[in-house]
């Protein structure tokens, strides 16, 4: 009552009261919302709002530019991808995509753009044959680091020189040169 006298007769008084007032409705809505259970409803709903209102203004998936020597198809590409035309763009995880692309037989780099408000940009650098390795009677494509290309066809690559023998893939870089050289 001291507090309500205070108020009519100073206006800092009056705006004080009215604060505090505020201030513990705002208190004791908050903590009745979370003991309710409320508060991850209202974060999913405001969540979802801002979701639909990026996706109204143009920031969803219409295109999907896949860059590349052409071994590894774009088909494949989009095969190996979770998402598709449409789609909300800032739901395409960057790394995620990344490191599902690189797992792909051909690829040795992998570079993942969003390009704003509605591509995304994937570059690849492709592994390139190097030679034919030949161990337990299998032959395999490798590239220059001695990594065996799955997929990588021998017939296309025929013109490969040809290494022999357990440790003649990781050694085929120093032993062309060595042949070059000669």
Request: hydrophobic fraction near 45%.
């Amino acid at each position: 009552s001291a507090q309500v006298r205070l108020a009519s007769y100073s206006r800092l008084g009056f705006i004080r009261l009215c604060a505090s007032i505020i201030f513990t409705l705002i208190i004791i809505t908050f903590f009745s919302l979370w003991i309710g259970g409320f508060l991850p409803d209202i974060k999913k709903y405001s969540q979802e709002l801002k979701r639909d209102s990026l996706m109204s203004l143009g920031f969803s998936i219409s295109k999907i530019n896949v860059i590349s020597d052409g071994r590894i198809s774009e088909d494949d590409i989009r095969k190996t991808l979770d998402f598709k035309n449409g789609d909300y763009l800032f739901d395409v995880e960057i790394n995620e995509t990344q490191k599902k692309i690189e797992a792909l037989p051909w690829v040795k780099r992998v570079l993942v753009r969003r390009l704003w408000p509605n591509q995304v940009v994937i570059q690849i650098v492709e592994r390139q044959p190097f030679a034919l390795w030949q161990y337990e009677g299998k032959v395999k494509v490798i590239d220059v680091l001695g990594e065996v290309i799955e997929g990588a066809s021998l017939n296309e690559n025929s013109n490969l020189n040809l290494f022999v023998g357990k440790d003649a893939a990781i050694n085929a870089a120093s032993i062309n040169k060595i042949i070059l050289d000669f």
